[in-house]
């Protein structure tokens, strides 16, 4: 665990999905759950929904629509709002999470929440855990039109927030949006060692990993 200069630090950046929410919620969802009701809805195999939908996956990994609901009703012609509330009961907080933002909050940081979540998905993950009042801002990078992983992104978020990123801190459980980050000029990075809880440690690469969030508020 790394430790952090606090004193270098006025904004802290977070997203959301792996981050400070447990992954599995979202893993489960895309991996188990929507191939399973598009079987069942569109009348084929799972072995079949699978093999439909993997080339949609593969073609739109990284992007804007990769995170878009609705595009993914579209093209899968399935609710994809309706099937995300048929398993919101796993949507769950990381150990913790609650404790840093609350930490970091009266420590007088600024604290802005980016992802690349759809506004939808956004707004059901906080009605079940009501962290919206730790954050100045919470903002999707559908507001933008590009997702984290493009510099187009943060050029909009830099236009949006006026933040300064030698004195920034970021943290995300994605490698390539990390390294967007970096390349922007964001001096602190931190990935997560375990976005999901059923799943062990990753590897997080060149990039240092919070594993618990009470370290990392030592020394505010």
Known sequence: MPSL?????????????????????????????????YAELHGVSRAMAELEMAPLFEQNAGTLNWYCLDFWSAELKLPLRELKLETAHLISLRPDAETFLMAIKQAGKRVIMITNAHRDSLSLKMERVQLAPYFERMISSHDYGFAKENAQFWDALHADIAFEPGRSLFIDDTLPILRSARTFGVAHLLAVSQPDSRKGPKNTEEFAAVADYRALIAGL
């Open 5 to 37: 200069p606090w004193r270098d630090i006025d904004t802290v950046l977070l997203d959301m999905d792996g981050t400070l929410l447990d992954l599995h919620y979202d893993n489960h969802f895309w991996m188990e759950h929507l191939p399973q009701r």
